[in-house]
């Protein structure tokens, strides 16, 4: 999926879509990318002079990349967090990396869904995750 295509899942637009593409591996796997600019805004100030992705959107990035997964359950709904559990950082991410996300759907109970999450640069390890969502219906 192209970044088009996303938005017609995700409900975020510029400055927090942060997923630029998308592939579904199969029934519970999905893989997201982002190549991290520069200029960002939450670069700005995020150390200066020696720039690094803040965790929370590095958990942002895989949590896209997961709602990917729910793309046939998410219509008229919103994903919102619930919960991250054992969230460890590895390794820093800067401008000119590409995080690769690759999510895996453990479980789902009613509205509320269970990702076991990884964020990559180059194969190595920077970011991983066990995320929950809850797919809330949209009230007009």
């Known amino acids: 999926m192209n970044q088009e295509e996303i938005k017609k899942i995700l409900p975020h637009r510029d400055n927090m879509l942060l997923v630029e593409e998308s592939e579904v591996v199969d029934e519970v796997t999905a893989k997201g990318r982002y190549t991290i600019k520069g200029d960002e805004f939450f670069l700005q100030g995020h150390f200066p002079g020696n720039p690094v992705v803040p965790g929370v959107i590095l958990c942002e ?27 460890k950082f590895k390794n820093p991410v800067k401008p000119g990396d590409t995080l690769e996300s690759v999510c895996t759907l453990t479980k789902n109970r009613g509205p509320f869904y269970f990702i076991d999450a990884k964020g990559y640069v180059d194969g190595k390890l920077c970011v991983s995750a066990e995320l929950s969502f809850a ?6």
């Open 135 to 140: 797919l809330i219906e949209n009230k007009d």
């Open 61 to 87: 990035m895989m949590g896209q990349a997961s709602c990917c997964l729910l793309a046939d359950k998410v219509s008229n709904c919103t994903p919102y967090f619930t919960k991250m559990n054992n969230v």
